[in-house]
Every structure is written in structure tokens, then in C-alpha cells.
């Protein structure tokens, strides 16, 4: 069984910064992405940011690219969201998301992914 475990969420003002990092642990992991997608009040599930494993290449929604930055560890099992320059808007539950083994993927749909963490919040004030 495969587990992801976030943290680093919490409550900034808008303009500020918040590192959120995920940990997958269990059995054996392989997996071709590792992300963030996020959920606010009353929407979709969206997609944030994801990251490759077999070239490191990154992928961003257009809202945050240059401000947020996606970094994943394969030796640790582990994906940072390091989250600059936040605005209200930004607010949801942030969920870590990871993946099979296989790269023929949309890497942008939450249908993609198998595993799941259980999701930290992050809220941004004005």
C-alpha cells in the first residue's frame, strides 16, 4: 500500500510565501509524475503542477507559472510546491498526487493519477 503524506499548509497573507512537501512511504513506488493538484469551496478538483520522472521536466496551470515552483526527489519519494507571490485566489485544499509507473499519461487529469494524499489547506488572505 502506497501512502503520500503532506505537509506545510497553513493561513499567509497575500503576497507571501508557503513550502508545501509530499512524502510517499509503503511498498515499492514507481511512478512517471508526481504533483499538486487543489480544490476550493464549491469547484473542481484543479491541476497545479506535476513533475517527471524520467527527464525532470515540470508542468504548471498557466495561473501559476513564475510563481510557484515544483521540485521532486526520486532517491526520497518526495515532491515539493514551493508557493511565492500567493493570492487569495490561490486557496484551496492542496492534494499530492502521484502516478503509475507508466509515462503515456495526461499528466494534466486528475484521472491520470492512482495515489493520493489527504490533502493540506492553504489559505491566503487579502
Known amino acids: 500500500q502506497v501512502q503520500l503524506v503532506e505537509s506545510g499548509g497553513g493561513l499567509v497573507q497575500a503576497g507571501g510565501s508557503l513550502r508545501l512537501s509530499c512524502a510517499a512511504s509503503g511498498r515499492t513506488f514507481s511512478s512517471s509524475f508526481m504533483g499538486w493538484f487543489r480544490q476550493a469551496p464549491g469547484k473542481e478538483r484543479e491541476f497545479v503542477a506535476t513533475?517527471?520522472?524520467?527527464?525532470?521536466?515540470?508542468y504548471y496551470t498557466d495561473s501559476v507559472k513564475g510563481r510557484f515552483t515544483i521540485s521532486r526527489d526520486n532517491a526520497k519519494s518526495t515532491v515539493d510546491l514551493q508557493m511565492d507571490s500567493l493570492k487569495p485566489e490561490d486557496t484551496a485544499v492542496y492534494y499530492c498526487?502521484?502516478?503509475?509507473?507508466?509515462?503515456?499519461?495526461?499528466?494534466?487529469?486528475?484521472?491520470?493519477?492512482?495515489?493520493w494524499g489527504q490533502g493540506t489547506q492553504v489559505t491566503v488572505s487579502s
Open positions: 513533475a517527471s520522472w524520467r527527464d525532470s521536466s515540470t
Open positions: 498526487a502521484a502516478t503509475g509507473p507508466s509515462s503515456r499519461v495526461n499528466a494534466y487529469s486528475r484521472y491520470a493519477y492512482y495515489y
